[in-house]
């Protein structure tokens, strides 16, 4: 089964720190990656993606992730955050084989003054 | 700008008053999604369209359906919502199958 594992729940970090979230994916076949971003009672906002190519993908507001496949992860970094990151972190799969898009449960950034 | 809209942003029902939620996209996608995102969760993909196929999840209760009259419009419709419907519900729409998705700001429902 595929699936999206986001390892933490909750992050909390201060202004101007760097940061890291966490994805890992199961899958048996390739897969396309994203991070999304979710303002509270808004929509989800594509931060970044990876399709093929370059392992390190860069994204809107500062971020980057990089492509591991040997240990099966996506995560998102960002090396000074804002407190206007503070929001909801989904990362998601899309198998190449069909269009459905496997969520993680989210993480949620706050960014402490 | 293109974009994917939702209306209205905040909806108010009663339990088992029928309700609708609209969608309309302006980048000509072919692929229409809807998502309940209940609190602190992912969000939940209920169906899509593809062009004029419907593509119903498994596990998507029979109380949803959806409608799709073009390519711009996407509506969901819950025919008796229940109190464990409250939530938010997010439109995506994706150029064709195995592309990116992208999201509507989403409408959230109470269910009083």
């Known amino acids: 089964a595929q699936s999206v594992t986001q390892l933490d729940s909750q992050v909390p970090v201060f202004e101007e720190a760097p940061v890291e979230l966490r994805c890992n994916y199961s899958s048996s076949v390739s897969v396309y990656l994203f991070w999304y971003v979710q303002y509270p009672n808004q929509g989800l906002q594509l931060l970044l993606k990876?399709?093929?190519?370059?392992?390190l993908v860069k994204g809107i507001n500062g971020f980057e992730a990089e492509f591991n496949k040997s240990q099966t992860s996506f995560h998102l970094r960002k090396p000074s955050v804002h407190i206007s990151d503070t929001a909801e972190y989904f990362c998601?799969?899309?198998?190449?084989?069909?269009?459905?898009?496997?969520f993680g449960t989210g993480t949620s950034l706050t960014v402490i003054p | 700008d293109a974009m994917v809209i939702q209306n209205p942003r905040y909806q108010v029902t009663q339990f088992g008053k029928p309700v609708t939620l609209s969608c309309s996209q302006t980048l000509n996608h072919n692929v229409m999604y809807w998502y309940q995102q209940k609190s602190s969760q992912a969000p939940k993909l209920l169906f899509h369209y593809y062009d004029k196929d419907f593509n119903n999840e498994a596990d998507t209760p029979d109380n949803f359906q959806s409608r799709r009259p073009n390519t711009s419009f996407c509506f969901l419709d819950i025919r008796s919502p229940g109190l464990g419907d409250a939530a938010m519900y997010l439109c995506a729409t994706s150029r064709d199958q195995w592309e990116t998705q992208y999201f509507g700001p989403g409408t959230r429902l109470l269910v009083l």
């Open positions: 998601a799969a899309l198998l190449n084989t069909g269009n459905q898009f496997y």
């Open positions: 990876y399709l093929s190519g370059s392992t």
